[in-house]
């Protein structure tokens, strides 16, 4: 039932304190549970043996049902659906709008040099500040892609710059800061951790340098996401201009010494990484998310449905 899954979906959302538009609600839509849990684990992880997909529903319905099925247990402020006696959570998502401005600000003014970084392919905005999560002391999330051969080469480059910058995240100097948690070479195919959670992340990617390489990894991974969510869409954006001060040092560094510099960083960096549940250092891909919180919500989420 339609009712079912807005409700599932609206639940999700509230465990993170967190109202949904209608275009969102429409966007985030969970598919049917009872298709969804025979693919998937006791933890909530997709199961590849079976890819059942749910269709589409338009917004029309969605609003429909909003409108009449799910009168007495959906409410709305100003545009923000959530479960009935959580008006909280809108007025909250509200007053963080004026903290995600100032970090607009930020975005704006420093993120445009990774355009003329080496080995930069791709730059968006997650996390938090990507749908209007942000609070106070709220840092700004990165994903960032680069060029498959120099992962470690592409990360040591972004973390200098935003450490000259001073606005690098790290210990306690989080507030306002850029949190550098996730590098891909290239726009990859995730192997891990391919869940509810994981899903909606990646979906409220903000693309923000070289977008169309966003957009590829979306699209590579649209096939499981959409076990998930079937109404996801990724729009290809244009293609842009490309730094002529990025193609001038990749000239440099992308022959013998580049690939020499690129084993040593790995080298010297890798000893430097902690293993736990919630890092994963794969040889295209570099995550560091400790504190993830993704177990203890689905866990809560289906439980609830239960």
């Given at each position: 039932?339609?009712?079912d899954r ?16 209608l275009l969102?609600?429409h966007?985030?839509?969970i ?6 849990k025979?693919?998937?684990?006791l ?6 043996a079976n890819?059942?997909?749910?269709s589409?529903?338009?917004i029309?319905?969605i609003?429909?049902?909003l409108?009449?099925?799910c009168?007495?247990e959906?409410q709305n402020?100003?545009g ?8 909280a959570?809108?007025?909250a998502?509200l ?20 355009n ?21 002391q709220s ?13 470690w ?9 935003f450490q000259?910058?001073?606005k690098r995240?790290y210990?306690?100097k ?9 590098y ?14 994981t899903?909606?992340e990646y979906?409220?990617?903000r ?12 699209s590579?991974?649209k096939?499981?996401?959409r ?6 869409q990724?729009?290809?954006?244009e ?7 990025q ?5 440099i ?16 960096q890798?000893p430097?990484?902690r ?11 570099l ?5 993830s919180?993704?177990?203890?919500l689905?866990s809560?989420?289906?439980?609830f449905?239960?």
């Amino acid at each position: 039932m339609l009712k079912d899954r807005i409700l599932s979906t609206l639940r999700f959302f509230d465990l993170q304190d967190y109202p949904v538009t209608l275009l969102e609600l429409h966007k985030f839509l969970i598919a049917d549970l009872e298709n969804l849990k025979p693919q998937i684990d006791l933890q909530g992880e997709l199961i590849l043996a079976n890819l059942i997909q749910d269709s589409e529903v338009s917004i029309d319905k969605i609003l429909n049902c909003l409108d009449t099925e799910c009168q007495s247990e959906v409410q709305n402020y100003l545009g923000f659906y959530y479960l009935a006696g959580r008006e909280a959570i809108a007025k909250a998502r509200l007053d963080n709008y004026f903290f995600g401005i100032r970090r607009e600000k930020l975005i704006r003014k420093y993120i445009g040099g990774l355009n003329h970084l080496p080995f930069v392919r791709g730059v968006a905005i997650s996390g938090s500040q990507a749908m209007g999560q942000q609070k106070q002391q709220s840092d700004i999330d990165l994903l960032i892609i680069t060029h498959p051969q120099f992962l470690w080469l592409g990360r040591t480059l972004v973390t200098a710059y935003f450490q000259i910058l001073g606005k690098r995240r790290y210990g306690q100097k989080i507030a306002n800061r850029f949190c550098l948690n996730h590098y891909l070479a290239g726009p990859k195919r995730i192997t891990s951790f391919k869940n509810l959670y994981t899903a909606a992340e990646y979906l409220k990617l903000r693309p923000v340098v070289y977008g169309h390489s966003v957009w590829s990894f979306i699209s590579e991974n649209k096939s499981w996401m959409r076990i998930f969510f079937p109404n996801m869409q990724a729009q290809e954006p244009e293609k842009g201009w490309h730094s002529k001060v990025q193609e001038f040092f990749e000239a440099i560094l992308q022959g013998s010494f580049g690939l020499w510099l690129e084993q040593k960083l790995k080298n010297w960096q890798m000893p430097k990484i902690r293993q736990e549940k919630f890092i994963v250092v794969e040889d295209d891909e570099l995550s560091f998310h400790p504190d993830s919180k993704q177990q203890g919500l689905l866990s809560s989420f289906f439980k609830f449905q239960q």
